[in-house]
C-alpha cells in the first residue's frame, strides 16, 4: 500500500449512492483520496468538472462514481472495488476468494438497483413524484419479495462461510458493502426491515461489527459521512415501505 | 487454454438470456463445455439438477447462470466472463485492458437489465401481461432515452480505441457480448434500433464482423442456439417499440 498513489474518486457530491461504496473501502483501509466533486470550483472540483473530466476519459464512464488513479479511469462501482481491494488490503490473496467477493459485490449491486427501481420504476427522467403509482406497486414487489429474497440469501452466505465475513476470514470490501447496504435499507424501508431483521442474524451482527472498527467508526461521525436523502439511491417514502 | 478442465455452465434451457453472453465465449473460443440444464435428466441435466447444484454450491449463485470448474462455483454473468476471458483467451494480459473490459461488460449488462425491465417494469413475479401498462411507460423512455445513451455511449467508446475492436486490438469476450447486445436490440426493438443505426456505423460493423467469425458463425447456424422469444431477457413486444 504505497502512499504516494494518488486516488481520485469522483461522484455526485450530496448523497451517499453507489459512491459509498467506495468511499467506505478508502475511509476503513484509511488510505487518503481525494473526493473531487465534493471540492469547491476553486480547488478544481464541482460537479463540472467531474463531467468534464467523465466525458474526456480515454476509456470513458457510463456514469459515476470513477476513479482516476495515475493514468487509469476506471468506472463501475464493483470493477472499482475489484481493482482497490488488492491495493487496500480488502480482500483475500488468493483468485476464488475474488471471484467470490466480485460475486457477492455485483449481487449487492443488483439489489441496490432494484432498491433504487422502488421510487424510479417508469424512467430515471422523471422525478419520483411523476411516478408514484407504479412506484408503490414496485415497491410492494421489492419489500415483500425480492429484499427478503436477496437478505436472506447474504444471511446463508454469511452462515456457510466463518459466520463472521463474507469473504474468507477478514473483514473484505464486501463486508463493508453489505453493512452499507443494511444501513441504507434500514433507513428507506424501516418496516420490512424491522420484520425481516429476526431472520438475518448474522447480517445483523455484521453490520453492527463493521460500523464499529475504528476508522470505520470516526468516519461515520465525521462530516465527510453526508446523511441519507431522498435525492440518493436509497430513499425513505413512508408510502413505499411495508404497511402494517 | 488446457483441453482437460470441465467447464460446467449452468442456465435456463430454453432461452439466450443472461447465458448466453457465456455461451459465446466459449463458442469462439472453440473450448469445450457442459450446458448442463440443457442435457435430459437422465444425463445427469435439468432445470431441478441446475436448481440443486445451485442450493448446495459452498459459494451459493443468486440465479443463473453460473459455471462449474473443478471445485469452484461462480456466478453473475459479468464475473464469470472476467474469470474465463484470460482462459479462453478472449482479453489482453494487462490489467488496466482486464478492468476496461470489465467496466465495458457491467455496462452492457446495465442495458441489458433495463431492457428486461421494459417488459417487466413492476415485479418478476408477474407476467408481463399483467404489468403491460407500466411497460409501455417504461419502454417509452428506454426507445427514446436509454437505448440511445447507451448505445451511443458504446460507439464513442470503439471510436475512441481502434475503431473495431472494444478492448485494445484484439477480439475480446466484450466483442462478443456487444454483438449478442446489439442482435438482441435489433431482435427486441426493431424500429427504435433502425432509427439509431445510422448513427452508429462502429458498432454496427463490429456487430457483422463478429457474426462472420468462423466458430462463431458456425454456432449461430447450428442447433446449440436458442431462437430469440419472448420468454427470455430481450422480448420482441411490438407494442413496447419506438412508435412510427
Known amino acids: 500500500m504505497s502512499s504516494d498513489v494518488r486516488y481520485e474518486l469522483y461522484y455526485w457530491p450530496s448523497i451517499q449512492g453507489r459512491g459509498e461504496f467506495v468511499r467506505l473501502a478508502f475511509e476503513d483501509a484509511g488510505v487518503p483520496y481525494v473526493d473531487v466533486a465534493r471540492l469547491s470550483e476553486s480547488e478544481g472540483g464541482g460537479v463540472r468538472t467531474m463531467l468534464r473530466v467523465m466525458k474526456d476519459a480515454a476509456h470513458e464512464p457510463f456514469a459515476p462514481p470513477f476513479l482516476r488513479v495515475g493514468e487509469l479511469t476506471i468506472a463501475q462501482t464493483a470493477n472499482i472495488l475489484a481493482f ?141 459521512r453526508l446523511p441519507f436523502n431522498e435525492d440518493g439511491l436509497f430513499r425513505h417514502y413512508p408510502e413505499l415501505d411495508l404497511s402494517d
Do not use: C
Not at 465475513?165 to 435499507?185: I, K, M
Open 84 to 224: 482497490l481491494g488488492p491495493k487496500l488490503e480488502l480482500v483475500p490473496d488468493d483468485e476464488p476468494s475474488r471471484v467470490w467477493a466480485n460475486q457477492l459485490q455485483l449481487t449487492i449491486a443488483d439489489l441496490a438497483g432494484e432498491a433504487h427501481d422502488t421510487h424510479h420504476p417508469i424512467s430515471v427522467g422523471l422525478y419520483y413524484e411523476d411516478q408514484k403509482p407504479e412506484a408503490r406497486k414496485r415497491s410492494e414487489s421489492f419489500v415483500k419479495e425480492r429484499m427478503p429474497k436477496y437478505l436472506k440469501y447474504f444471511e446463508r452466505a454469511l452462515a456457510r462461510g466463518d459466520g463472521e465475513h463474507l469473504v474468507g476470514r477478514q473483514t473484505s470490501y464486501v463486508d463493508l458493502s453489505a453493512f452499507q447496504l443494511l444501513t441504507a435499507l434500514g433507513y428507506a424501508f424501516p418496516k420490512a426491515w424491522a420484520r425481516l431483521e429476526p431472520e438475518l442474524p448474522h447480517l445483523t451482527r455484521l453490520r453492527d461489527r463493521v460500523a464499529q472498527r475504528p476508522r470505520l467508526a470516526a468516519y461515520l461521525g465525521s462530516a465527510r
